[in-house]
């Protein structure tokens, strides 16, 4: 014989929303590197809008990027595809890159990434979720070991 205790409405729906929050809050954790698509699409977006015209579409960079110059004398952009140096950088530093330019690491730097204020932090968050997406695996996987 099971003993029923009668619990008000709002103790019963007050148990179920902590429950629901809790198992929502476990599948985040257990899944926090794996960001919604949503985002991964709308930092494609707003890369092709803001880096693909230096970047290349394959996020491959310019030719000869790392000893060349443009013809105004200017660095070339580097690939975000995991071949160039991008995922040596932490975070933070990626975000102040493409918020302010380049600039913001190095005060006498004169070039073309000039960086884009407008974009917001989520926007910036969208464009790095995006690059990482490309990337190689073992170069997510030490990305995430070594700045996250």
């Known amino acids: ?5 009668k619990l008000p409405k709002f103790i019963k729906e007050s148990v179920c929303a902590i429950f ?3 198992v929502i809050l476990m599948l985040s954790a257990c899944s926090s590197k794996n960001y919604d698509p949503n985002i991964i699409t709308n930092g494609e977006l707003l890369y092709v809008e803001n880096c693909l015209s230096c970047h ?3 996020l491959q960079g310019q030719q000869n990027w790392l000893n060349a110059l443009d013809e105004d004398g200017h660095r070339l952009a580097p690939p975000l595809n995991g071949s160039g140096h991008t995922w040596h950088h932490p975070p933070e530093m990626l975000s102040e890159i493409i918020k302010y330019g380049l600039k913001s690491i190095d005060s006498k730097y004169e070039g073309k990434m000039v960086g884009n204020e407008n974009l917001t932090d989520e926007e910036i968050l969208s464009i790095l979720e995006y690059i990482k997406s ?3 695996e073992n170069l997510k996987k030490e990305y995430e070991t070594n700045h996250e």
């Not at 014989?1 to 205790?5: K, P, Q, S, T, V």
């Open 56 to 58: 290349g579409v394959n």
């Open 1 to 5: 014989m099971a003993i029923r205790i």
């Open 20 to 22: 629901v929050a809790l």
């Open 134 to 136: 490309v990337w190689p």
